[in-house]
């Protein structure tokens, strides 16, 4: 009814006041109204998945993919990776099965580049391929959707330290979750191939390779990833554990030796 409506859009603005505030969302208001609005359009007809696109309400299915989209943002807010995941399966059904009876969404490019990224920051690889396969290639060029694929090109080429120096460059403020993520997956890939092919290192070239900008903050993470370091300040070493030396191959040492030049190269121009 059109009662049902207006409550349901009503709540939909209060919603996106709170999930869109700057400089920071107010998660605690928006997580209290989605609850809210999930529980209004429950009333609609025109539920995703169980109403085919020609016997839809267009308005009904606006509020619905809205909700669903400002949840993914929220969720991500809250740092909830299965919410996230929930609430973007059902906004990829608003976009692909109700595509053809609704105008594109303001917010469609973001929450594809931030499902790529959330399956790229859990080395979800091959599924990541699947959802780029479902976007139009000349989409690809979308800041949103073409910084994820540089992300996995970077990975694939074991260019971690372009993967670290890309928190900087994230094309909308909900994507720095997920590039956290994987930067700190990338940054412990980078401390074990050092662990593996070194000894030690200098405390320079150690923080230059990590991307990290102190002593302290080196410190505090290797103590949090109990690595066991020892960072001796005097002798301006980091002196790695006996027992993370292990037999190298090939591709590991190149990795390690084009990791410690592109940080040198990045010094350089900076």
């Given amino acids: 009814t059109a009662g049902k409506m207006a409550g349901a859009a009503d709540l939909l603005k209060q919603l996106r006041d709170a999930a869109l505030k700057k400089p920071n969302p107010d998660v605690s208001t928006a997580t209290k109204i989605l609850s809210q609005l999930k529980i209004a359009i429950m009333s609609f007809?025109?539920?995703?998945?169980?109403?085919?696109?020609?016997?839809?309400?267009?308005?009904e299915l606006l509020i619905i993919r809205e909700t669903y989209e400002l949840a993914c943002l929220v969720m991500v807010e809250e740092k909830d990776i299965p919410g996230f995941e929930r609430h973007i399966s059902?906004?990829?059904?608003?976009?692909?099965?109700?595509?053809?009876?609704?105008?594109?969404?303001?917010y469609q490019y973001q929450l594809?580049?931030?499902?790529?990224?959330?399956?790229?920051?859990q080395s979800k690889i091959s599924e990541f391929h699947t959802e780029l396969e479902?976007?139009?290639?000349?989409?690809?060029e979308n800041p949103c959707i073409k910084f994820p694929i540089?992300?996995?090109?970077?990975?694939?080429?074991?260019?971690?330290?372009?993967?670290?120096?890309s928190v900087d460059q994230v094309p909308a403020p909900s994507f720095h979750y997920f590039v956290s993520m994987l930067s700190g997956t990338v940054r412990d890939s980078i401390a074990e191939s050092s662990e593996a092919a070194y000894d030690s290192l200098p405390l320079d070239e150690a923080?230059?390779?990590?991307?990290?900008?102190?002593?302290?903050?080196?410190?505090e993470y290797a103590t949090m990833r109990e690595r066991g370091w020892d960072v001796d300040k005097a002798a301006k070493v980091v002196r790695f554990r006996e027992e993370h030396k292990v037999d190298l191959e090939v591709p590991s040492q190149r990795l390690i030796i084009e990791t410690l030049s592109y940080a040198k190269e990045l010094e350089r121009i900076v």
């Fill in 45 to 59: 007809n025109s539920l995703p998945g169980m109403t085919p696109a020609a016997e839809a309400n267009k308005e």
């Fill in 207 to 219: 923080l230059r390779m990590l991307k990290i900008t102190s002593v302290g903050e080196l410190e």
């Fill in 90 to 106: 059902l906004v990829k059904t608003c976009y692909t099965d109700y595509g053809s009876v609704l105008p594109q969404s303001e």
């Fill in 134 to 140: 479902l976007i139009p290639v000349d989409l690809w």
């Fill in 112 to 121: 594809q580049g931030l499902n790529l990224l959330c399956l790229l920051a």
């Fill in 150 to 165: 540089k992300l996995e090109q970077y990975l694939m080429e074991g260019s971690y330290p372009k993967v670290l120096t």
